[in-house]
T-cell receptor, first 111, second 113 residues
Framework: LAKTTQPISMDSYEGQEVNITCSHN???????ITWYQQFPSQGPRFIIQ???TKVTNEVASLFIPADRKSSTLSLPRVSLSDTAVYYC????????????FGSGTRLQVQP | EPEVTQTPSHQVTQMGQEVILRCVPI?????FYWYRQILGQKVEFLVS????????KSEIFDDQFSVERPDGSNFTLKIRSTKLEDSAMYFC???????????FGPGTRLTVT
């Protein structure tokens, strides 16, 4: 599994766009990048997954440069309810499905 | 929107007792998982289950743990003889395909005294 590195914490204000970057220098050819969100005392929630370039859904966008050694989760116009821990996971889309969570990025949104 | 449910939400047990944690995965999902999260620590994979057998398990999932799908809807995790260090939030998850897109339940907080 590719090792990931992401900031321990970030602060933002309501209405701002938040970009959380994850480094995964040893990503393999068949690895996908997946982001999860976890609120306190709740289970993780799948946000978005991508392989290259850009993926967008109703919640977030995921930007992946051509070398795929990093990725950026973009949350448009955050609100207080976006305060959570965000995890970047990297792994192959075949075979082993055990999710390996790191420490994540704790996002605190202020009013 | 379909969701994974778990019962009980909180279980308190004495060391050495057996506990069974219950989960109802999303109905059309075929892959089931258990994870745990000790307070303040990372979410850790325990076991994955497909087609009525364990697909993969971590080193945490030792002989004290077992999983079962007793009927078409429930998925259970049994801990035979609980230890203090088993105190954690236990999350059940399910997925439609063999995928990184997994849907987690709200968790069961297990407290071993």
């Amino acid at each position: 599994l590719a090792k990931t590195t992401q900031p321990i914490s970030m602060d933002s204000y309501e209405g701002q766009e938040v970009n959380i970057t994850c480094s995964h220098n040893n990503i393999a050819t068949n690895d996908y990048i997946t982001w999860y969100q976890q609120f306190p005392s709740q289970g993780p929630r799948f946000i978005i997954q991508g392989y290259k370039t850009k993926v967008t859904n109703e919640v977030a966008s995921l930007f992946i440069p051509a070398d795929r050694k990093s990725s950026t989760l973009s949350l448009p116009r955050v609100s207080l309810s976006d305060t959570a821990v965000y995890y970047c996971l990297v792994g192959a889309d075949t075979g082993r499905r055990a999710l390996t969570f790191g420490s994540g990025t704790r996002l605190q949104v202020q009013p | 929107e379909p969701e994974v449910t778990q019962t009980p939400s909180h279980q308190v047990t004495q060391m050495g007792q057996e506990v069974i944690l219950r989960c109802v995965p999303i109905s059309n999902h075929l892959y089931f998982y258990w994870y745990r999260q000790i307070l303040g620590q990372k979410v850790e994979f325990l076991v994955s289950f497909y087609n009525n057998e364990i697909s993969e398990k971590s080193e945490i999932f030792d002989d004290q743990f077992s999983v079962e799908r007793p009927d078409g809807s429930n998925f259970t995790l049994k801990i035979r003889s609980t230890k203090l260090e088993d105190s954690a939030m236990y999350f059940c998850a399910s997925s439609e395909q063999d995928s990184y897109e997994q849907y987690f339940g709200p968790g069961t907080r297990l407290t071993v005294t």
